[in-house]
């Protein structure tokens, strides 16, 4: 189809109303503001057969944010194409200092008409939900950690210091159980901490438990079970590298996959002169905080310790030799990097890097459960 013969529509989407622009699909063509609508589905579907009367081929965007994908799927479900935009990269004059909805909608079709916009990738409504469990475990986790400090700095103020091997372990717990204050009100407020870090550790359980239980019968099943083969990559961290990631299939080389993760450096170059800096730390900060604290497993030696060697059983072939390929080269290039007095943050992040474009390889040997 003709590119002229598409009408593209930019949509500021907010929770009360959408404003809607319309540019036409010559390079000259108008690009004007046509107004606001209500939020809701109907009121989106009366719109969109109002503009199918005049246009027979509609392109939409908008700015992905807090309203999430009910719009894209209903766009998609009416016959349309639309592209979920990040904000982060829609290009903007530094010279803009006026931001208004009619002026974000204006923008985003003339851009789209331009195609200087390019669609993040959008998840269906099982994996969304997956990808919500996880979410929601992550802060049960956040929130868990949190109250824990809470707690040992409260004793620490107090003088009290556990001496043994590791806190919150069952030894841990008994010398907290033997703790007491002179004054009632500390003896409340400890007892308190007490309680809400056993409803904290109580609600983490029943999430991991409800994770557990749901991950089996959903479709990405056998690729979160084939990641679990590489060293540092458990239950946890798989299951949320899929539901932040997808189908790593989806890039076209691990390069891409590392960009998408903002485990590449930046960098400021002109001429001859090159200039690199720090990791971009761009994309998906979730999926990379996971390939961060796995890549700390490599400081040991490789081996296939007994989890290890559950995870391998029944995975294919090609899993596990380049499981064990990620082990060999991994475990060196740490114990490398170390030897050459690179400090352990580096190491680590270097580390992760590569553990993206073995994910990425086992990614292309397991097919997702249609």
């Avoid at 990559?233 to 903002?262: C, H, Y």
């Avoid at 680590?348 to 890097?353: E, F, H, Q, T, Y």
């Avoid at 590569?354 to 397991?366: D, T």
Wanted: proline share 4%; net charge positive; hydrophobic share 45%.
């Amino acid at each position: 189809m003709k590119q002229d013969n598409v009408f593209y529509v930019g949509v500021d989407v907010s929770k009360a109303k959408h404003a809607i622009a319309i540019a036409e699909g010559s390079r000259e063509g108008e690009v004007r503001y046509f107004g606001e609508i209500e939020a809701t589905p109907a009121a989106v579907e009366r719109f969109v057969r109002k503009l199918e009367k005049k246009h027979a081929c509609l392109h939409f965007c908008y700015e992905a944010g807090p309203t999430g994908y009910g719009l894209y799927r209903q766009l998609v479900e009416l016959g349309h194409r639309c592209d979920v935009v990040a904000a982060s990269l829609i290009p903007k004059r530094p010279g803009e200092r006026v931001k208004t909805n009619r002026r974000d909608a204006v923008s985003l079709a003339r851009l789209l008409r331009a195609g200087e916009l390019k669609g993040i990738w959008v998840p269906d409504t099982v994996h969304e939900a997956v990808r919500d469990l996880v979410r929601v475990r992550a802060a049960a986790s956040e929130d868990l950690r949190k109250k824990r400090q809470q707690m040992l700095s409260f004793l620490l103020r107090h003088g009290r210091v556990f001496t043994g091997q590791k806190n919150w372990s069952r030894a841990h717990a008994r010398w907290l159980a033997a703790q007491k204050f002179d004054h009632p009100a500390q003896q409340i407020v400890f007892q308190d901490q007490v309680d809400v870090i056993t409803d904290a550790q109580a609600r983490l359980e029943r999430l991991d438990a409800q994770l557990a239980e749901l991950v089996p019968s959903w479709s990405m099943a056998p690729v979160v079970a084939a990641y679990q083969a590489l060293r540092g990559v458990s239950f946890i961290v798989a299951v949320t590298f899929v539901s932040e990631v997808g189908d790593v299939r989806r890039f076209d080389n691990p390069r891409q996959l590392m960009a998408f993760l903002g485990l590449v450096p930046s960098e400021r170059s002109t001429g001859e002169t090159v200039k690199r800096g720090g990791l971009t730390l761009a994309g998906n900060r979730r999926a990379r905080r996971v390939l961060i604290e796995g890549a700390w497993a490599y400081r040991y030696p490789a081996r296939v310790s007994e989890t290890i060697r559950v995870r391998l059983e029944g995975l294919p072939k090609a899993v596990r030799e380049i499981a064990w390929k990620a082990q060999t080269r991994l475990c060196a290039r740490y114990r490398r990097l170390m030897a050459a007095g690179k400090k352990a943050p580096i190491i680590v992040a270097a580390i992760a890097r590569e553990m993206a474009a073995f994910l990425w390889a086992i990614g292309h040997q397991v097919e997702p459960v249609n």
